[in-house]
């Protein structure tokens, strides 16, 4: 019943930007933090980027151009993404830390994921 939805990927030229929503619904106790993920075509899916109490971490390959922010009021978190490049291209995972309501352990759940290509 916690469920996370992705939204915002799309196809952009090399250099451009998109913004990535993740939105967590279901019965929701708390959120320990959440984070996106990335997986290309016959690669491992690799972290993007993470918060964790008010706390964020990166990917070398993405510093200085990926933000990622966290709107604890809505349950989502967001990745901006500037200065695409092409080895960007994948499809895009939201992930989530939650207790689901009447439990007391956390469990990480993933979003269906949101493709992203970077082409020209």
């Known amino acids: 019943q916690v469920q996370l939805v992705e939204s915002g990927g799309g196809l952009v030229q090399p250099g451009g930007s998109l913004k990535l929503s993740c939105a967590a619904s279901?019965?929701?106790?708390?959120?320990?933090?959440m984070a996106w993920y990335r997986q290309a075509p016959g690669k491992q899916r690799e972290l993007v980027a993470q918060?964790?109490?008010?706390?964020?971490n990166y990917a070398d390959s993405v510093k200085g151009r990926f933000t990622i922010s966290r709107d604890n009021a809505k349950n989502t978190v967001n990745l901006q993404m500037n200065g695409l490049k092409p080895e960007d291209t994948a499809v895009y995972y939201c992930?989530?830390?939650?207790?689901?309501?009447?439990?007391?352990?956390?469990?990480?759940?993933w979003g269906q994921g949101t493709q992203v290509t970077v082409s020209s």
């Open positions: 918060t964790y109490g008010g706390i964020t």
């Open positions: 279901g019965s929701i106790f708390s959120i320990a933090g």
């Open positions: 992930n989530a830390n939650i207790r689901p309501r009447g439990f007391e352990a956390f469990t990480n759940y």
